[in-house]
Structures are given as C-alpha cells and as structure tokens.
C-alpha cells in the first residue's frame, strides 16, 4: 500500500525506467493515463520535469529535485505503513542494510550481532550488493543504509561517514615478500596477481597506479568474490589486492595467508562511506545502528592494526 498521490506515483515510475510505455505496463495502466497524470504535475508545478527524446524520457534539475523529496516521502510512508500494521509505535525494529561484499564478509554482520545483544527484538536484512547498487538502494530509500567504498564526493546521498582504507597485498607464507613492512606497486606486479574485475574501486584505482607507474599488468586472477582470492594465495597461485575492511579472516595466521601494506598514493582516492537518505529522518532503530557503523570504521587503523587483524 502507498500514500503517495497517483500522480507522484507515476511520476515515480517514469522516473525510474525512463519511457511512458514501460512505466505503464508496471503500473498496469494506459500509456495514456501516465502522460496525463505527468503533463498535470507539470502543470501545477509549472515547470517542466523531464526533457522528451526520441527513446526516452530523461529528469531535469527541477524534475530530480522533486523525485529527491519523493522518494523521501515514499521512505517515510512505508516505514508508517509498516508500524501501522505492526503497532510498533515510532520505533520501527527492523533495519535494511546494503553493502558491497567485504563489508558483507565482517565489519556489516560484526556490527548486527553487537547491535542485537543490546536490542534482540531488531531483525535485519542484509543484501550484499555491487558498490554502486548500495548507494542506489539508499537514495531511493530500498535501504535504511549503505555501508559501501566509493571514489570522489557524492550528492545524492548522505555521508555519515567517510574513511581511506589500507590497502594491502595478501600473500602465502614463505613468500619473499612475508613480513615486509611494505611495498610498492611495480614490486607487487612482479608476482602473479589476483585482482577484482575492472568496474570496481579497488581495480580501477589499481589501473590507475599501474598507468602512472608505467607498468604493464596481466593478472593471473580476475575475480570478484574475495574467498576465491584468498584460496587462490593459499594454493601458492600468486598475491592478491585486498582492503583492510574487506578481509574476511580476522586471524591471518591461521588462513594461511600474510599481510604486507601496499604503498602508493593514488589508494588514498578510495573511501569507506556509510551512507544515508538525503533528509529522510530515520527510525530510531536504523540511526542506532548507524552511529555504530560510524563507530567501527571510524577509529584510524594503523599498519601493525592491518597486518594483526587481517
């Protein structure tokens, strides 16, 4: 059930897909009654909320604007609706959360199963989801908040907060490069390497490094799961790049794998952000849980803390 007028809803739906036609067979409707409901809003508003093409349908200033604060009230009806149902008063107890996966493998679950010992009516959803996806989910309100790495400054969100993450390359033991305190990027690419898929912050930043340096790369690895990377050093395949909040082995000893912190500039570009809904005010439950997001990724981590921890 929504609370939104029908006009903002279709406003909503043409938003999203970009074309009249698709949005009416979402919402099962005329193709007409859409291009109604979105010439009256315009009219009442009186400016013009999308530019008309050939194929599409695309949001001017004015219009994204306005699916900004729709989406917030969309947000805010459903988190209603739900405590309508439930009768849970203000306090809704349960939060949604969206990640990209090494934040899904630890720092995400580390955080629900401290948050639940002090609050075990609250439950939780978890989606492990690509980096840009997280940030989608957030601005459209599908999650309560995104725990996620991304590269520059964003506005159609809110940053709670924003941390550079070590970078580090993981390697068998035995390795020559074992308990080195560091080493540089053309050094690591002498060794065979596993690497996340272009697209991603980790690789393009890598990329990015390896043009600067001059250096030509063929990884042995391209994968985006971080176990099979962690496998693929501890099967004496080669070395892996990964983030110090995206490791999943808290004990480093144990997995079979060493640590060794990787020393280039260009991976201060990448931050570690929690993020939230511009201007939606959030259930008690969900700004509980995200000032202890803040809380964990907050603290600066120094070389001896990456190497310990993983």
Known sequence: MQLIPVHLAYFLEVARTGAVSEAAQNLRVAPSAVSRQIAKLE??????????????????????????????????????????????????????????????????????????????????????????????????????????????????????????????AIVPPGHELAGRERVGLAELCAYPLALAPTGTTQRDLFDIGVQLEGLTVRPALVC?????????????????????????????????????????????RREAQVQTMLGRRLPWTATQFTGLLISLLRPPISTDAMTARG
């Open 43 to 168: 009219s009442g508003i009186g400016v013009a909320l999308f530019l008309r093409h050939p194929r599409g349908m695309t949001l001017t200033d004015a219009g994204s604007r306005l699916l900004a604060h729709v989406r917030r009230n969309e947000a805010e009806s459903s988190a209603l609706v739900t405590e309508l149902r439930t009768g849970s008063g203000a306090d809704t107890r349960s939060v949604v959360v969206a990640c990209s996966e090494g934040f899904a493998l630890r720092l995400v679950p580390h955080a629900i199963a401290v948050f639940q010992r002090d609050h075990p009516d609250v439950t939780f959803r978890l989606d492990r989801v690509p980096h840009q996806e997280a940030t989608r989910r957030v601005a459209e309100g599908i999650a309560d908040v995104a725990v996620t790495y991304t590269m520059g400054p964003r506005h159609d969100v809110r940053v709670e907060c924003a941390v550079v993450v070590p970078m580090a």
């Open 224 to 268: 985006d799961a971080i176990a099979s990377k962690y496998e693929f050093v501890r099967s004496g395949g080669g070395v892996a790049l990964v983030g110090d909040l995206g490791d999943p082995h808290p004990d480093p000893t144990a997995e079979g794998v060493g640590y060794v912190p990787l020393d280039h500039p260009v991976f201060r």
